[in-house]
């Protein structure tokens, strides 16, 4: 009989349209299958006639004998399908799933059929335990009964009728929750002012079981409910622990040093128990001191290594091409005009003439421009004056003023309806990626007044017509328990009355945080945003209150809407198109504008006298020689000879070596223009950027390569590409397949060199993407490396890292991974960028090699209270988190042994969380100490193999006779001595000169 016998709501069909990617990525011919004999982070149950085991690796679930042996799949690879529960009857498997999007019950079949869907919805259900009368699951979740928000609580599914109910109400996060035999009551862990393991009957209050802080999981009862197990993680030491409630006394019954996975154990007899630990399967027996024997298991998984051919790079074209990097575009009130940002300065469109005129020409950067509602000044933000302070010019005499200079950086300035002050938000200089407290500063200069505090990422404020309130889009967790979210409107009083939200769309996330609204109407009566990808209007009340339904207003891609002054026009960005849309009359038109720039790229010859040259391929320098330069690429290398033709450069105590390349940081305009010499300081040539706002990597991208401020070369994406539920200002939140088809267009059009998925988007929605992309010649990222190896994901991010599960499937609490995942990124070519530096490895360098602290780049290009706050955050660091920095020494051997299994490996460092440049060396310095990297592999991972990864082998990564001329000149030894690495006495990129004291000088 089956048990699962309810209806679907409507939204299943969702769900079956995703599926029909699934028949794209059957194995192919090129495809290679690997066998896993371990598991990192994987769960397992036990069938209730211990014959069976039910295993998870790799998000899928497979069957195994007790005994061991070949495991058998029971899901495909596309449902993330996590922590199996076995039904009593030994009938079904029951599990959380990942498959729609959001975190789900499912169960299916012993034999691998059947495969159902239990529950539905915009809510996560996880970590699901079978009632041992087989007519429940309890399960932990984030929904509520009065549709809010806050946190998880344990509920139950009734699995005939579907019937949910809530069994815990208390406002700490509640989870891993377990029926006893008896099925009278549940145990789970819970965070309530006095943390630990509670038991529950339904429909009774929870009484606590197990007093204990930490972090708790897996808690489960004895077959005869005397006693219970449970796990424990302090940071640095993961136990499996035994509780009897009758003598209140634990015992430890796993090993010193063991890695625990934070998982359920099962019970083979009352003295015997299987749990996983170490990738395995391990039985142990409680009454013995002996050690736990393994449980041997294969699973086969199928990797995708089809070739496709990769976007085709010009470096020697200076052709005119059109500026598509367009910041902020804002329309004045009287709709005639249009300021934006572009190639470093402000510019104005006149509607009707296409050749914009520049406001702004200097290497400073200028951006964020706001209208007075006058139409009689620009405010801003410029570095011009050191950080990125405010200014406003007066259009009628051109002069500029600054009327906030700040210790931090400001950005997103708003007027308010009288013209009287401006909003802005403050950032921490620590980390200029979007963090910002509102301020308000008077229009003519003063002292800016604090109006709310911290914010993570918001968008730029707007403000009602009355100047009562000020909207802005902003992150609402669901829970305490995962940082993810939606962005709502926040609703902020200027006379400091309560904040208050507010969501067109119940429990659906705005668009990307930024300039991408609300903005408020002038008359105060709709407000303009960017959902799903398009735009949309709502009314408002006078306090921001929606009083009518949305209105969707474009069909197209639309980003940074802006209003005209009589509220009955809205200019916005329609990918590489300005337009603006007629609200009386529903008709869009483009905005004709022709604005193109240039590659820099220079003449003449130039001679390289090189001591030594290391040339990104051998482990060897070449001696003596002389590195000829023709324009912008490398003409030959030769021995050295006194007297040829060419401007020379004497390195002839030194050594030349490649570019570096940076393969994972994310960048924001409003660093200013240091922030390209701070690249180029630190011998950085290129930069990879997974994940930014697309307009403001474009920019930079087109500013860097014009020449109009210094800086690398940039390899970019666009937004991070994520699902329901966003975490940062700059993820997308794609939930329907039209609006991936949207974002994809982007894609092609921006000419992007790269797409970046998010941990937070389905496998089935990340298939899709990843077969357009390779038909476009781009490779995809991806937080995951299973299954996305199984349909050609080219690369991951972090070795550990963010991971929508709670824990990660690649590195364990311990930062130990196993087999599964060694084979997975090394026998399916995907390129890994660890960020090693990020894990533990930053301030483990950090605090042991006080040269970092003292490097010139360092103490010449930061604040001095930015230096003195990494000092206090290491000291903290150890002090309070030394767990931290002890795992991290676990993460060396595994990128070593990645290596030798011939992985691909590149540094990045997941920058700013850490420093600009100074953390690409210090990562390049975890590879040889940690990794135990010779300082030549380190070396080809920073420059030829990023290239290669990039997909600019050819051009890039090593210096060879017709590659670019993008090189290092540096004192010492780097290839004995890799801190020499960071010595950087003159850069080149693209055969321009940049020497250091120039670089570290402020223009």
Same mark, same amino acid.
């Given at each position: ?24 990525a ?9 066998? !896993?004999t ?15 085991l039910?295993?998870?690796?790799q #998000?899928?679930?497979?069957?195994v ?18 922590q ?8 079904w ?5 990942? /498959?729609d ?25 996880r970590e699901?335990?079978?009632s041992p ?6 399960f ?7 549709? &809010? ?22 406002p700490?996060?509640?989870y ?32 606590l079981l197990?007093?204990?802080a930490g ?6 009862w ?6 219970l ?5 302090? #940071?640095?030491?993961?136990q499996?622990?035994?509780y009897?409630p009758a ?5 430890v ?12 154990a ?11 630990a ?5 039985r ?20 995708d /290594? ?13 052709t ?24 470093? @300065? ?13 406001l ?60 009287t ?9 620590? @980390? ?10 008077a ?5 800016p ?7 993570f ?9 009355d ?7 902003? +992150? ?17 009083s200027?006379e ?33 945003y960017?959902?799903d990808?398009l735009?949309?209007t709502?009314?408002?009340?006078p ?8 209105r969707?207003?474009? @069909?197209? +891609? &639309? ?22 849309v007629?609200?009386?009359?529903g ?8 604005l ?17 040259l ?7 320098? %070449? ?16 021995p050295?000879?006194?007297? %040829?033709n ?11 070596m490649p ?8 960048q924001y305009?409003?660093? #200013?223009?240091? +922030? ?11 930069? %990879? ?51 991936v088809?949207?974002?994809?267009e %982007?894609a ?21 993407i990843t ?24 690369m ?5 890292a963010?991971?929508?599960?709670g824990?990660?499937?690649k590195l ?9 995942v060694?084979?997975i990124?090394?026998?399916?070519g995907?390129n ?6 990020? *894990?533990?490895?930053f301030?483990?360098?950090?605090t ?7 490097n010139?780049?360092f ?6 209270a930015?230096?003195?706050?990494m ?21 060396g051997?595994t990128?070593?042994?990645l ?10 460092t ?6 600009y440049?100074?953390s !690409?060396h ?8 940690d ?8 070396l ?19 210096l060879e006779?017709?590659? +670019? ?10 290839l004995?001595?890799?801190?020499d ?19 570290? *000088?402020?223009?």
């Amino acid at each position: 009989m089956n048990p699962f016998h309810f209806s679907r709501p409507p939204y299943y069909f969702f769900f079956l349209w995703m599926a029909s990617f699934a028949t794209l990525a059957q194995p192919r011919p090129d495809s290679v299958t690997v066998t !896993l004999t371990e598991g990192t982070n994987m769960a397992m149950a036990l069938s209730p006639d211990k014959s069976t085991l039910a295993l998870d690796v790799q #998000g899928t679930i497979w069957s195994v004998p007790v005994a061991g042996g070949k495991a058998v799949p029971l899901t495909d690879p596309y449902n993330d399908a996590r922590q199996p529960t076995w039904s009593p009857d030994g009938t079904w498997v029951a599990f959380q799933s990942y /498959r729609d999007g959001n975190f789900h019950l499912w169960a299916v079949k012993k034999d691998g059929s059947g495969l159902k869907q239990l529950t539905y919805g915009i809510y996560d259900e996880r970590e699901p335990h079978w009632s041992p009368d087989g007519t429940q699951l309890v399960f932990s979740s984030d929904r509520v009964s009065d549709n &809010s928000k806050g946190n998880y609580n344990i509920w139950t599914l009734d699995v005939a009728s579907g019937a949910l109910t809530q069994v815990t109400h208390d406002p700490a996060d509640e989870y891993f929750p377990s029926w006893s035999p008896d099925g009278k009551q549940i145990i789970f862990a819970a965070e309530r002012e006095q943390p630990g393991i509670y038991t529950v009957v339904p429909g009774q209050e929870a009484t606590l079981l197990i007093p204990k802080a930490g972090e708790l999981s897996g808690a489960s009862w004895s077959p005869d409910g005397t006693t219970l197990t449970y796990n424990a993680s302090t #940071g640095s030491t993961t136990q499996l622990i035994r509780y009897d409630p009758a003598t209140k006394t634990e015992t430890v019954l796993s090993t010193t040093g063991e890695d625990v996975f934070p998982f359920k154990a099962a019970w083979l007899t009352g003295n015997e128990l299987i749990y996983t630990a170490d990738g395995q399967l391990k039985r142990k027996r409680i009454d013995t001191k002996r050690k736990p024997k393994a449980i041997p298991f294969q699973a086969d998984v199928t990797l995708d /290594r089809t070739a496709y051919e990769r976007k085709k790079y010009d470096f020697d074209d200076t052709t005119p091409r059109p500026a598509k990097g367009i910041m902020g575009p804002v329309v004045s009130p009287d709709g005639t005009k249009v300021v934006f940002t572009a190639l470093g @300065n402000l510019w104005q469109l006149t509607l009707g003439n296409p050749t914009p005129e520049k406001l702004t020409d200097d290497v400073y950067v200028e951006l964020d421009p706001a209208w007075s509602p006058d139409g009689k000044f620009l405010t801003y933000v410029s570095d011009r004056s050191g950080n990125m302070d405010l200014w406003v010019r007066d259009l009628s005499t051109g002069t500029d003023k600054c009327v906030a200079d700040l210790p931090g950086y400001a950005m997103f300035p708003s007027w308010s309806p009288d013209g009287t002050q401006i909003a802005f938000y403050e950032n921490d200089a620590r @980390n200029v990626w979007g963090k910002g407290a509102l301020h308000v500063v008077a229009a003519t200069g003063g002292e800016p007044k604090k109006l709310h505090e911290e914010l993570f990422v918001p968008s730029k404020p707007t403000w009602s017509a009355d100047g009562k309130t000020i909207a802005l889009s902003a +992150l609402e967790h669901y829970s305490g328990r995962y940082r993810e979210g939606v962005s709502k409107v926040l609703l902020v009083s200027p006379e400091g009355k309560p904040d208050r939200w507010m969501s067109p769309l119940t429990n659906r996330t705005l668009g990307t945080r930024g300039k991408n609204g609300p903005v408020w109407s002038p008359d105060g009566r709709k407000m303009a945003y960017i959902q799903d990808g398009l735009l949309w209007t709502v009314q408002v009340d006078p306090q921001g209150n929606p009083v009518g339904p949305p209105r969707r207003l474009t @069909n197209e +891609l &639309s980003d940074v809407p802006t209003w005209t002054g009589d509220s009955q026009t809205i200019v916005f960005l329609a990918i590489d198109q300005l337009k603006r849309v007629d609200l009386l009359t529903g008709t869009v038109e483009e905005i004709p504008m022709n604005l193109s720039w240039s590659p820099e790229k220079p003449s003449g010859t130039v001679v390289i006298h090189a001591g030594r040259l290391f040339d990104g391929k051998n482990e060897h320098y %070449r001696e003596n020689v002389d590195v000829v330069l023709e324009g912008n690429r490398i003409r030959d290398i030769l021995p050295h000879q006194d007297g %040829r033709n060419g401007t020379l450069v004497d390195a002839s105590d030194k050594v030349v070596m490649p570019g570096l390349f940076e393969m994972h940081s994310h960048q924001y305009t409003g660093v #200013g223009e240091i +922030l390209g010499r701070t690249w180029l300081s630190y011998g950085i040539t290129s930069v %990879r950027e997974p994940g930014a706002d697309p307009y403001d990597a474009l920019q930079r991208k087109e500013a860097w390569s014009s020449g109009a401020q210094p800086g690398p070369r940039e390899f970019f994406t666009g937004n991070l590409t994520d699902g329901e539920r966003v975490y940062y200002g700059l993820a997308n939140s794609i939930s329907t397949g039209g609006q991936v088809e949207l974002e994809l267009e %982007r894609a092609a059009r921006l000419d992007y060199d790269m797409i970046k998925t998010y941990v937070r988007i389905s496998d089935l929605m990340q298939e899709r993407i990843t077969h357009f992309a390779h038909e476009h010649g781009i490779p995809v990222s991806s937080h995951e490396i299973y299954p996305s190896t199984h349909y050609g994901v080219d690369m991951v991010e972090h070795i550990g890292a963010t991971s929508r599960r709670g824990y990660s499937p690649k590195l364990t609490e311990l930062n130990h991974s196993y087999q599964d995942v060694i084979q997975i990124i090394a026998q399916s070519g995907i390129n890994i960028t660890p960020t090693v530096a990020l *894990t533990g490895g930053f301030y483990t360098e950090y605090t042991r090699d006080t040269t970092i602290q003292t490097n010139r780049q360092f103490l010449a290009l930061y604040p001095a209270a930015y230096v003195a706050g990494m000092q206090q955050s290491a000291a903290m660091i150890s002090k309070i988190r030394p767990g931290y920095l002890e795992n991290y020494k676990a993460v060396g051997p595994t990128i070593r042994t990645l290596l030798d299994n011939g992985a691909r490996i590149t540094p990045g460092t997941d920058s700013p969380f850490i420093p600009y440049g100074t953390s !690409l060396h210090v990562e390049i310095h975890n590879f040889v100490e940690d990794g135990k990297f010779t300082p030549f592999e380190a070396l080809r991972s920073a420059t030829l193999w990023s290239a290669e990864a990039i997909g600019v082998g050819k051009d890039l990564g090593s210096l060879e006779p017709g590659k +670019l001329a993008d090189l290092v000149i540096v004192s010492g030894d780097p290839l004995q001595r890799i801190e020499d690495t960071w010595n950087v006495e003159t850069v080149f990129k693209n055969g321009i000169r940049y020497d250091i004291d120039a670089l570290l *000088t402020k223009p």
